[in-house]
């Protein structure tokens, strides 16, 4: 059976940090195109950042460039979002997601086979 199961969101003041974890079971996330997902209500949903299998590429939103980093601990089999100097646009529900092929566009949520549920991140000004 295949979880995907996001933890780590929070409520925190703009300018402070977050750290998101995605632990998997049922595959291997090393062996998976992995990205993390949010969605804002209201918004489309945004792809924030992808993590190629093995880590050897990530790819990042605009708007989390710099901010945002995308890791993954394969002894753990957990993908990990690091988020620092958040704003209070960076307010959504996080989730993660898992492709066997590299979805095209890789922001694009439809080309993924496993999601999991996500965790809410909240940033005040």
């Known amino acids: 059976q295949v979880l995907l199961v996001a933890s780590g969101g929070g409520s925190v003041l703009a300018g402070g940090s977050l750290r998101l974890s995605c632990a998997a079971s049922g595959f291997t996330v090393s062996s998976y195109y992995m990205s993390w997902f949010r969605q804002a209500p209201g918004k489309e949903r945004e792809g924030v950042a992808l993590?190629?299998?093995?880590?050897?590429?990530?790819y990042y939103a605009d708007s989390v460039e710099g901010r945002f980093t995308v890791s993954q601990d394969s002894a753990k089999n957990t993908l990990y979002l690091q988020m620092n100097s958040l704003k209070p646009e960076d307010t959504a529900m996080y989730y993660c997601?898992?492709?066997?092929?590299?979805?095209?566009?890789?922001?694009?949520?439809?080309?993924?086979?496993?999601r999991g549920q996500g965790t809410q991140v909240t940033v005040s000004s």
């Open positions: 993590i190629y299998p093995g880590g050897s590429r990530t």
């Open positions: 997601a898992a492709a066997s092929g590299l979805p095209t566009p890789w922001y694009s949520p439809y080309g993924y086979r496993y």
